[in-house]
């Protein structure tokens, strides 16, 4: 069974700080993918970003970056400068055939 | 990306009615639908999965008879909420899953249900 955790429920920062937001996941399979979107109040949800689980390069854009760890489970996500438009929910998720399976995400409020 | 659109993305209805939610794939061929329920302040939970031409899959504690769904063609899915009542209310979003990328699905915008 496929699982994802988000252990921060809420994290609030002032404008430019650094904030990492943590994922770590549980799956039985070799293959597998992983997703970050963001939820604005608007309620849509945002893509962020898709790795598969034979890609270990870390990523960045822009003020945004990943850090995928294999060896412990973990596809942390990195917001730097945040700004206040960066206030959202963020979810990670894990998906084997297409189906995904969210975390139980994470409010950020970025104060100004 | 390939695109999903969802609608309406907002509906207001009375209790007692029914409400189609539809959700269409616009540049690909959808082979399989999924919709989601999110309660306020939670996390996104699967109602069920459709195959196209075929019977829908619930998860468990999900009522078939409530939440029918339809996955008639490749490129259309709707969910109907029958006889709605305010417990209802929640956000409802697809994604949808072309055969070809089994492990990559793409969503909708998602429909905000009220019910008074």
């Known amino acids: 069974a496929q699982k994802v955790t988000q252990a921060q429920t809420e994290i609030s920062v002032v404008e430019k700080e650094d904030v990492t937001l943590d994922c770590v996941y549980e799956t039985r399979d070799t293959t597998y993918y992983l997703f970050w979107y963001k939820q604005p109040p608007s309620g849509e949800l945002v893509f962020l970003i898709r790795?598969?689980?034979?890609?270990?390069q870390n990523e960045i854009s822009g003020r945004y970056s990943w850090n995928f760890q294999k060896s412990t489970s973990s596809f942390n996500f990195t917001i730097t400068a945040s700004q206040v438009v960066d206030s959202a929910v963020y979810f990670c998720a894990l998906s084997e055939t297409g189906q995904l399976t969210f975390g139980s995400g994470t409010q950020l409020t970025v104060l100004p | 990306g390939a695109v999903v659109s969802q609608h309406p993305s907002r509906v207001i209805c009375k209790s007692g009615t029914s409400v189609k939610i539809e959700c269409r794939s616009l540049d690909f061929q959808a082979t399989t639908m999924f919709w989601y329920r999110q309660f306020p302040k939670k996390s996104l939970m699967l109602m069920a999965t459709s195959n196209e031409g075929s019977k829908a899959t619930y998860e468990q504690g999900v009522e078939k008879d409530k939440f029918l769904i339809n996955h008639a063609s490749l490129t259309l899915s709707t969910l109907t909420v029958t006889s709605a009542h305010p417990e209802d209310s929640s956000f409802y979003i697809c994604s949808a899953r072309s055969g070809q990328r089994i492990t990559e699905a793409f969503f909708g915008q998602g429909t905000r249900l009220t019910v008074v």
């Open positions: 790795r598969n689980s034979f890609d270990e």
